[in-house]
């Protein structure tokens, strides 16, 4: 399978911490971003995407 | 490997385009979005991302 795990910092800090595994859907909108994991949970959060690398299976988020 | 293909459509438009395919990396930024395929092919475009679906291998993007 092919999901990602999404990671997310605060503004301004360098350390990420995981947010949630086994990430499906990335579907940003125009308050924040909404995450699926391939389980059907769902989070919906304030911020933005600073990287995603597919291959590593890395998102990487940033509050705003 | 776990890249996706990336597909584009015009504003208002509802039918999307390959762009690239075997997308590793994708970095939004101020103006717009750096794709990066996993052979280094690299496109700088104006838009946002629609949605992305890492099970699908699926990134739908729109142009501004």
């Not at 990287?51 to 988020?61: N, P, T, W, Y």
């Amino acid at each position: 399978m092919c999901e990602a795990d999404a990671y997310i910092r605060k503004k301004g800090e360098t350390d990420y911490v995981l947010l949630l595994s086994s990430v499906d859907k990335v579907i940003p909108g125009e308050t924040g971003i909404l995450l699926e994991s391939v389980f059907g949970e769902q989070k919906m959060l304030t911020a933005k995407i600073n990287e995603m690398s597919l291959v590593d299976h890395k998102i990487l988020l940033e509050h705003f």
